[in-house]
């Protein structure tokens, strides 16, 4: 049996008042069983006010999350407020970890840090949930996911990379127990009873207007010409956008189209190096078409209801985690609807079922799952939800 | 606490202001962050937007030109509204059918405004009933694929193929309608114009074979009732039908070319022909039509042409035919002259150029523009009583353009037309298509009376680079045939007798050649003859030694071979054809089944192995399409029937007719009526080659089974002696001991007759003497004979009395020779042992042959009874058969084998 609950704080600067009231909210809700984890969620603000540390600490069970620029619950939506989800139960063990610093070595260190937190348990996990830094300049989603695919082969990942509420997505942090951290990957075990289902909502690729580019150059997720231009040029040229674009989806159409399951790879460039390189939220191959996808308001919370309603309509729901890419807000916010797609959340999703939704820097989640076998896979622009 | 009063403010109380301050001031730091961010992403927010905007911007343009230019160009009639039924956006086209200035008025009208206000004719019932059904079901047409589509005619008989198109967007949400209208009414006249074509041809198919498979038994009773040896009145009866037959086949094909050309079915075959034989068989088709006319024809060909050219040579004869015809039809009196040259424009090519020149009625100037159209005949009352379809002249033109050509025509009226067609052919062999053999040799006397025959001479041999000389006179002729200065002397055929009157027989080592007209009698059986036309083909035959008809290359004959061993299938559903058919192989010697249907046939080929089958196409019950079907699938079981040559016989000669039999099992086709030469073409193709045995009259047979050389006796052309009496060397020395011994019977009965003034016993000796002389190749002894046959009919006693004893001491001579080479036959005869079964059904087989005047039987036969050995009783009476034989006298030869086959032979 799995219980879950969502609470919230809007209180940064008082630590004790911030713990009283997630405590208090957490009384109301939830009699914690005999395992407990919390994911939590907060602008980076709580962690400059040493907010976050005093909460975890002042509660009895682990606490992994990542820092974020929104969030949507079923009694608040905001930018400054720290939520928390909490899972309890009975027959699911809840195993924690941090991996050390990505940047040397991901899989090395994730294995590293699966094997410590791992230890004591036999058998692979039924669920990971994975909490990764936001540091596309020297790895993308698609090197974590692939990392995690091969020390828990066929394990459902679920989880979000950092992000903030800052236009270079220079503040974001992972969690762990308190602990703020620009590099560690934060993760939950979960060994048991539970039974994760999985929802993705993302844009529509027939919406896509070709831009007559194909990729010539490009490693991982750094892209270095489109036409044999330089990336930064190219999208001056083509799309008449400045140096630091943001929020572009772009359809990716690639020669190998690996692991498609009918959902379409979007990929939108997050930075620029000076050399004039495409920093992308995942990897895109040599020979890639790109499409310009359509990503106005309607688009967007369209989708965003269509997964929506798809939660509502599933039974056995104890509990569902959302993570929504940051650039559908931003895209929001070009239309003064900054807060449309959050409201749009707790408008919908049905009361009994406790949520917690946050903004995403790259949203993991598996296209499908067949035969036991999870097809995990790393995404932009898109909102997903695990449904527990 | 008012803060502003720092005299009683207690050092707690400053603390927790001073705490609350700086709250106040982290939470404006924060606040001020948060904007600085907020402008910081909105700034970049604001330009990807206006970038992506611009873009947006720039595609929603292109694709609104794109529409724009769709609406404008498109000639469908396309209509769009939305979901409230108001019109959004259509085609240009709209306006011509509605009969408005500008589709953009149409612009916010509802349906059904639009229908009752600019209604016309495009909106049936039936379609507004349709588009309102969707708006009101909200986009459900009813049908799986949610387009509804149907045809529609409207008011002024055009017709449209409408499809109604409900809007969904997404969400599944009914956003409107498109209607579009396609205008199919040129495409359904078309296809109804190719289903008339289609038709048209069909019925020219029907046509054809239904006309032709009549007229296949009349022209093939026609001739095989001319192989009969009928009295001569009926023999002029069924020549007419012949006549008639072939000018209702020539305007039957005129009719159907005609077809072809207007369904674009008209194809030009080119293939390799030679020229000689090309103007040969041209000449020989309108030779007889000259003669009932009266017309002198001349011919001029040019020797060099090449002799062997490439091109359509059916059509191209076709084409020099019509004009020919024409002119002979036109012209009441004078003449019809033919000139053919090449005017060679590179080595591998030229013009051929045919001038037909006459001297008839001519062509009213304003007349010549036309006589090259269809149904075209000018001066129907001047005209009346000519017969033709009027199509001639079109097919020629229309054929004469697709081989590239041009055809053109000069006359004037009262004095004649001039019909000039040029023809580009492939030179395939540039050897000149007449030349005579060592011409410097050659030297000719000519005299002839006939000016036109006179000068057609001198120009030939001029052309064959021949020396002549001409005379005037029989004392002229005379001189010069005993000068012996010429190796020919061309004399006109009706100066023969005045000639042998004045001089009697002629030592000469000149041949003579006589020049005679087209169907006249000759005075000689066995001398040259050239039939006007003279021209450079068959003068240069001559001069070579050959007959005038030997063209250059092979000759296509009609029978080139027997094929006793051949086992042949024919099958026609009608008697007659069958009858034919079969009449027409009989020289072949073929074993040939008939049967009547499909169905008839399998069976037969079930039980029997046959080397070829011929098929009629259209049969009832199971056609010959369907038997070959069936036939070629019993090939998977046996592979006989795979491979079995199967030869469709046909009416329908139109255009693809061939690759149709080839696609549908058969391996060739023979058009009716049944053509000789086509037929022994495809006999000789599909017979399998060793059962194909040379004819009788070129096969050597030896008992000993060596091939021997005839023998050479001096005054008797034994070569040709061969060649008559079926050419086994075998046979002919038996022939000749016959000959040999009643030579000297006949020396002795002619004396007696003579003695006895009877000249009426002497007449029937002489005629004897003289067949069995040129049966056995002594053609002087035979020429001699004939000339006194001829005398004792014209009652020329002084004649008979004056060169008799000559004659008898020439042939005394002659079988003296052939007494010499006597010993020499005697010792190479060898019988083999009495057949007595074979001897009857030998001898029951000659009886048939000789009551039937079948001579290649005859000669078959009677080899066939030298091979089957006899006992001395038998031999003496044999021999007296071939006697009766070799002097023609066939009743008695009849006689003779009945008292054979009674059986009195041990």
New interface residues.
Partial sequence: MLKCASVYTCE??DHVIALDEIKSQLDDKIKLLKNTVGVIMCNP?FIY?ETVEYICAGLPFDVIGITTSSQSTNDEIG??TLTLFVMTSDDIQFVTGVTESLITDIYESAKKAYETASAGHSGLPQLLLVFPPFLLEQFSGDLLVEAWDRILPGVPQFGSLAID????FSECSTIYNGKDSRDTMPFILCYGNIKPRFIIATL?EVSG?SLRAEVTKAKDNIVYEINNIVTRDFFME?????E?????PLLIDSPSANNYDGIPVIREQSSVTAEGAGVFGGNIEVGSKLL?L?ADDESIL?TSLQGLMKLNNMEDVNGALIFSCVSRR??L??VNKSMAELQLVKDTVKPDIPFMMGGSGGEICPTSVRDGVAFNRNHEYSMVILVV | MDIHDHSNISYEELLHLYSSLE?EN??LK?EL??IL??Q?????????????N???LN?KQTQETYLRMLLVSCPDLIFIFNKETVFLVGSKSIEKHLDIDDVNMLIGCTFNHIVEKFSSSVFTKELVEQVERIFIENGDSGNNDNIYEFVEIDNDNHKFKCDIVPIIR??DEFAGVFLIMSDITSVVRKEIAEQESRSKSNFLARMSHELRTPLNAILGMAELSIRENLPKVAAEYVSAITQAGENLLDILNDILDISKIETGQLEIIPEEYTVSSLINDVINIIKPRVLDSQLCFTVDINCDIPSVLKGDVKRIRQIILNVLSNAVKYTDKGYVSLLTYMDESSENSGNLVIKIEDSGKGIKKDDLELIFEEYTRFDMIKNKGIEGSGLGLAITKNLVNAMNGEIYAQSEVGKGSIFTVVLPQEIINSENIAQVNNRDSHNVLIYERREICISSIEQTLNKLGVRYNSVSSVEGFHEGLTSNKYSYAFLESSLFYTIKSAYGFIETNTTVVLVAEFGDLLPLRSTRVLTTPIYSIPTANVLNGYSENTSKSSAKTKISFKAPGAKLLVVDDINTNLFVAKGLMQPYEMEIDLKSGGAEAIEAISSNRYDLIFMDHMMPKMDGIEATAIIREMGKTDPYYAKVPIIALTANTLYGVREYFIESGFDDFLPKPIDIGLLNEVLKKWIPEELQEEPVNNRQLSTNNKTEEVLQITGINTKRGLSLTGGIVEHYNKTLLIYLDDGYKKIEEIRSALESNDISLFITYIHALRSASAGVGAEKISAAADTLEQAGLEKNEEYIYTNIEKFLKDFEALLKNISESVHVIRDKHNKTPIDKDALNKTLHKLKTAFEDFDIDSINKLSNELEIISLNTSLEEEINRLMLYKLNGEYDKAVLQIDELSEGRFS
């Fill in positions: 940064i600067d603000e006010g930018e400054l509420d800052t236009a270079t529509d207007i083509s799309l008449g956008i400045p630091s674009m943001i929020s572009i310009l359509k369209s931003i895209m916010m070009g | 709250i982290k939470k924060r962050r948060t961010k907020r910081d992403i909105n700034k970049l927010n604001n330009d990807t937007q206006m970038g992506l611009r873009t947006i595609e997404k969400n």
